[in-house]
């Protein structure tokens, strides 16, 4: 069942679009799941794409562009009309897709298409999920479902249902509203197929009124925990009112949270989101050079402090030796403290958890990890046969950073979400160049100290 | 519609319990969806969500310990019988979370467990998925599906279909197999009940024939792959006969999704996987130290190296200022590196690259990237009045060490990736000690040269 597109396909595709054998490329990409045939288009030039877009029937051209990356079909689009865009694209898109794609659309473009649109009814509901915020329910929500009313019979329903499921691609479960249009409850296909009801019940008793909703204005990650922790399908989305306003749908949902998931990877990483393999050198640069100047700043600040113990590296220039150990140690705890903080903010694990429990464990790890590493490079120390004063600075100073780095590592990302801010940024460049500063500082305060003893 | 567990009911819950007020206890619980239940166990001890579970009707309970955390459920489960856990749970769970559940049981209880099953077939199902590697779609997949043959009439199939529908809680789709058993196509149940055909229309003249499906071997990174592209909410699984074996929901690839991104942002985080912010400090320990240690071996070799070049340190202590400037660089470009990389594996964009085209498309990142920061950082030193070898040196040591983290940022994960591990190790604390390591060295040996020319 499996497509792999190779290359001698690939090419063969390229000269028929060459030479404009039209029918050749129709049989060759006919062979194909709309999804493939959006993994072939990718591989084209965006003229390529273009020529063979404008061949496909309009269903399978519309599949296959939603499967393309978000920026491939962005540029895709700047070549094709708005009328191409309105009657080959946007008409056969379920009208979340439609939104998602004119919002990339430069609004006079968007304009255009959206007044080429034939049906009304699609033009109200792509400007209507337009208006919704950003991460929220309602801007990721589609507009098609089917809903009956509660009170109906099974009989009218099943012909309500008909009707419009002529609109509706996959259809997971049928939604059931009072006379006011108010969301009331859900009921499964199963049921309805394999319940032994007569037609002349009435839906409402027998729909599920537990059924879980979602606000329209409800952030889209607490959409993700209920559909996770409900393992529903789909989940109905309403309005203030309670009235039913869309559905959002598994699919939508695995996509947030895989975006959600590059994100915090990408602030661990200190890469700046929308950035990718495929962008250009430039892009990448602008994206990556700011946490390196970060970095830059901190050890550019690194260097004025270590530069107020020039005296001390004159006395023993074997105290830089350890500078890197230090500072990297410092780095890692705080990191490791940090990313447990994040995912169990993220697991809800640390949503009753006090701040001061919190601490109070994390200590303790600290603690224990902090006599172990503080005694092991003491004994390699002595095997080394460093000086007292040194080995003593090393220890001790390892000691500390490790307790101090948990400390902030645990308390920066808790104070980031409760100031809103994603806690994942905890993880990344800005708190290690932190974490180095003052891993060095205690480093050398410690220096001062050891070797005024030991002198 | 969302439930928010406050401390007053979990300390009314908690004192019902102590009391044995079990109509209490089941009238506040009635209230609530099962997952809520779930949630509220968690907060209980051990043994009062033991009392609680004892209370509740069987697929009540079995729902609510299927929320529950998986350390939190295993430990609750060595409290319970063989026999309440085979009837109160594993008989009321479908095939794979039962032979998930059984999984983690001591071999000699899962033993008793499977006896004491009452259906035999359900006790056959969890042994053949069992007996599934874990990490395939063997192993994620369920038994439960609904499947009727390719040459009955819709009357007969809804006959058959009403028959199994009992065992199978949700129905997304139904499958169609040929006579041998084999996979056939799928109906989905908006076919099904809203197509105008007769009753005696034959299931294969009106089933989708195209539908995609996997191997029973698959690994499951491939099925998440499958599953988002293709939009599917279930996959049918075949042996290598093309028979259906089970079947794996969206619900199951969730959890998949959400595990393999936790496991990426661990590695990158230098914490082992299984860890959590619930486990114990001892436990925790144990998963964070061996990364430490990494680094404190990385630092032991570091001091090493520093050694060698103390005499360059005697001539100007200022040497050291630098050392955590370039050391934090190179870390911070080496990570940059390897999650661009990491990330476009992870999406398939990295698949038809060849490492040559993608290192080169790196090396002009970093080659601008080590311009500006080279040339900041000199007139920054500039201004601060360092002497001319120490500016050369740290100008050319970083622009030098920009390249290579680079370099080996981006060969790492590809090598990794090549020899079936995860590419996401690169980015942890292993690979940037090593750019650590090596920025250092580079440092010191364009110090060495410097100065040499400069005195």
Redesign the interface.
Known sequence: ??FELTRSLLERLQSDVEEGRDQDILAVLSEL?P?DIG?TLD?LTLDEARYVIRLLEPETAAEAVL?L?EDVREKLLEGLTSREIAEKLIENFDSDDAADVMADLPEQKAKEVLDLLEDEEQADDIEELLRHQEGTAGALMAKELISVRADSTVARA?VD??QQ?KEVE???TIYVVDKDDRFFGVL???D???SAESTRTLIKHICQT?????LVDTDVEEVVN??????V?VLPVVDTENRLVGRIT??D???V??EE??E???L????SED????DS??V??RA??P???I??A???L???I??LY?EE??ID?????????????AG??G??S???????LA?G??A??NVFA?LW?EL??AL??AV??GT??FV?NLALRQSQALSYTVSIALFTV?LTAAFFGTLIPLALDRLKVDPALA?G?FV??LN??FG?LTYFTVGHIMYDLFS
Chains 1, 2 share one sequence.
């Open positions: 069942m499996r799941h999804s993994g591989r499967e990356d099943i249902m008909r499921a996959h259809v997971y499964p296909l199963k309805l197929l394999f537990d059924a879980v909703s979602v209920q559909m996770k922790k409900y393992d399908v598994f699919d949902v695995m996509d949270m895989q998931a590059e915090d990877y990408q661990a990483s200190g890469i950035v990718d393999a495929s050198p430039m990448q640069v990556r050079l946490w390196l100047l970095g830059l901190g050890g550019i690194s260097s004025q270590i530069g020039e590296l004159r220039p074997k105290m830089a030796f350890f500078m890197p150990l230090i500072a990297a140690t890692n705890v990191v490791q940090s990313a447990i903080v994040v995912q169990g697991s694990a640390l009753h958890v919190r464990k303790r790890v224990l990890s172990i590493c092991l490079i390699v490790i993880t460049p290690t160049t180095d500063i060095l």
